[in-house]
């Protein structure tokens, strides 16, 4: 069955230029990418995005991570895999959240750490299960920038829409 999943390399994925050998090892999965993007993350998609663990008592350091503040790296990039088991697939090679915890032969295992005041710099963010995807994907990526319809769609005006343009 055919399946989307994000796929973040975070901040520190970047500023260790893993971004090559990340896609390397994903390219494993023989998944198709179908959309893909550099964002400066703002606290409002960090905050959405991890909502799921706002009482958790790292949430605060896990907004500063993926919002690139402990590596200088306020970027991250975004990527949606599509195909046969995507979920499955790309989390195997990702390896256990903990990078102590992960496959020396993950990536996470590979490439992970835990920082001395105990945030786990994991280096790949990859969506735990088809809803989780859902919700993420759409977090992150407009229908116009994939290049498949995975969700239904709707047309809209906008009226009065304030937006940067080129000067």
């Known amino acids: 069955m055919n ?15 893993l971004t090559g050998n990340i896609l390397t090892r994903l390219s ?6 179908v959309a893909a993007k550099i964002v400066r993350v703002s606290d409002e998609l960090a905050r959405k ?8 008592p790292f949430f605060e350091d896990l907004i500063k991570y993926i919002k690139g503040e402990f590596h200088g790296r306020r970027k991250v990039m975004a990527l949606v895999y599509w195909g046969e088991s995507a979920i499955e697939k790309c989390r195997a090679l990702a390896g256990a959240t903990n990078p102590e915890e992960a496959e020396a032969t993950t990536i996470r295992g590979a490439y992970g750490r835990i920082t ?5 710099e994991n ?45």
């Open 3 to 17: 399946q989307a999943t994000l796929i973040l390399i975070k901040p520190d994925g970047l500023k260790k230029s």
């Open 49 to 56: 995005h991890y909502y799921h663990l706002k009482d958790k």
């Open 116 to 120: 001395t005041s105990g945030v786990y």
């Open 28 to 33: 494993e999965t023989k998944l198709e990418i």
């Open 123 to 167: 280096v790949i963010h990859v969506s735990a299960n088809e809803a989780e995807a859902e919700r993420e994907i759409k977090l992150w990526f407009q229908p116009d920038e994939i290049i498949v319809d995975l969700y239904p769609t709707k047309e809209i005006i906008e009226k009065e829409k304030k937006v940067r343009v080129w000067a």
